[in-house]
T-cell receptor, first 111, second 119 residues
């Protein structure tokens, strides 16, 4: 699976949009981009995933560049409860389902 | 939907004890479950993949005789840490997928983890 690169940390203002970048320049055609987050002392929470089209759900939006080498997770109105480590993971659409977690981005939402 | 329950959430026991952790998919059938371990200030590390009705597949470096995994039904997988020692103290997390078969892009859904402390 392709490797991803994320900034180690970000600060965001409460109520503002939070834009979390992820680089995956070696992504191949059958690999999806998944985003998870982990709030302290809890299991990871699935946020969103996509292949090449932009995706939106009740939690966030995922914007994938046309060449698919990078993506951005957008939290439209960050709240204090969005403070967490956010993981961007690229996974092939294969039959082993494995996810490989990197260091992620520690997002701190400030009042 | 897609709720995964893990039990217990916290366990403290003496060195040499065996500890069993349960992972249940509450509202879906999970043919594949995963077990992860997370040490403080580190990311999740996959330990093993568990498929219903078959033997688990362990990642390199994970002792299968120490970490026994059973996935006897479509809603339950268990991890037993045998003869646990202080170095086994960690945060253990399970996850499950909603659909079986190949070429699925369905996400994994995670339990809330079990914090294991061995004295």
């Amino acid at each position: 699976d392709a490797k991803t690169t994320q900034p180690p940390s970000m600060d965001c203002a409460e109520g503002r949009a939070a834009n979390l970048p992820c680089n995956h320049s070696t992504i191949s055609g059958n690999e999806y981009v998944y985003w998870y987050r982990q709030i302290h002392s809890q299991g990871p929470q699935y946020i969103i995933h996509g292949l090449k089209n932009n995706e939106t759900n009740e939690m966030a939006s995922l914007i994938i560049t046309e060449d698919r080498k990078s993506s951005t997770l957008i939290l439209p109105h960050a709240t204090l409860r969005d403070t967490a480590v956010y993981y961007c993971i690229v996974r092939a659409r294969s039959n082993d389902y494995k996810l490989s977690f990197g260091a992620g981005t520690t997002v701190t939402v400030r009042a | 939907g897609a709720v995964v329950s893990q039990h217990p959430s916290w366990v403290i026991c003496k060195s040499g004890t065996s500890v069993k952790i349960e992972c249940r998919s509450l509202d879906f059938q999970a043919t594949t479950m995963f077990w992860y371990r997370q040490f403080p200030k580190q990311s999740l590390m996959l330990m093993a993949t568990s498929n219903e009705g078959s033997k688990a597949t362990y990642e390199q470096g994970v002792e299968k005789d120490k970490f026994l995994i059973n996935h006897a039904s479509l809603t339950l997988s268990t991890l037993t840490v045998t003869s646990a020692h202080p170095e086994d103290s960690s945060f253990y997390i399970c996850s499950a997928t909603t659909l079986p078969g190949q070429y699925s892009n369905q996400p994994q859904h995670f339990g809330d983890g079990t914090r294991l402390s061995i004295l």
